[in-house]
């Protein structure tokens, strides 16, 4: 591979910010794998945010990226797995998985896609050192007959506009919003952007805890909500205490421990077959290698209230931070109606290109 931009090389990062700048280029903030594009003819390298491979996960993107991009070129972008209108995180996580064969299945029945949203270099010139507008106006031009599996991200630099689209995509299963300054050059590495993130609190169940990974105190809550059929579901963790507040934790939740924890509601979480059919914690997965899932049993009886950015599926999409005990809240009284429903929106509408 001969490039003037080689990998590795570290994307561009953003700060999180309470509202949409002014002034700004305006994206979406998509939800899926950040990853930065190398195309030298036939060869064609995928990296991801922290400089590993993902090539051999998304074959049918290799294919794409020979047929749809410039012969000599390096994009940062997203790879998305969309249908139904919307974007599905959980079936993109499914793509990492050891076996070639599962990953070519997987490939032909849910194709990847891939959103563009910055050029680095085209043919023989690097373009990191040129400001965002004169990128942007290049990787239009060079985007021109690109599709269908790679987009190029809708963008606009009117901040009402920006303001719609915050609102209006998320029910796409878009994060938020992201704003570049136009006169910025690209910065690997460098928190130079600025992202919005949608927020909203739920009143959660606090039925067992991990310890932190250095021993000392709680490291994280684990949260349940009741599903209509009054089961006790888990939806997430709740974290990033100080270590001081670790150590309180610890003794503020000690009445609460169950010496036996098998009237617990997920008493059943070391069988395999249990995690079929509910919500538990400690559930097999890749992500999780050798991080030990064991948990402590709480009697569910105290409720906290949490600030989630949304939901993917049943469970909040990221870890959610902790804002305050509500001794006023039922337990049972948790459950998903409590939930915000955004407005679906057809994400068809938005990679038109």
Known sequence: MDLPVLPPVEPMLAKAVAAIPAGMH??????????????????????????????????????????????RCVLDGEIVLAHDGRLHFEELQERIHPAASRVRKLAVERPAGFVAFDLLALDDTALLDRPLAARRAELTAALAQAGPRVHLAPATTDRELAEVWFTRFEGAGLDGIVAKPLDEPYRPGVRSMFKVKHGRTADCVVAGYREHKDGQGVGSLLLGLYDGAGVLQHVGVCASFTAARRRELTEELAPLRLADPSGHPWASWTEESAHQTGRLPGAPSRWSGGKDAQWTALRPERVCEVAYDHMEGTRFRHTTHFRRWRPDRDPRSCDYTQLEEPVGYDLAELLRN
């Open 26 to 71: 305006y994206e979406a903030k998509w939800d899926g794998f950040r990853a930065i594009v190398f195309r030298d003819g036939d060869e064609v390298e995928v990296a991801s945010r922290t400089g590993k491979s993902l090539a051999r996960y998304f074959p049918e993107l290799l294919d794409a990226f020979r047929a749809e991009l410039p012969p």
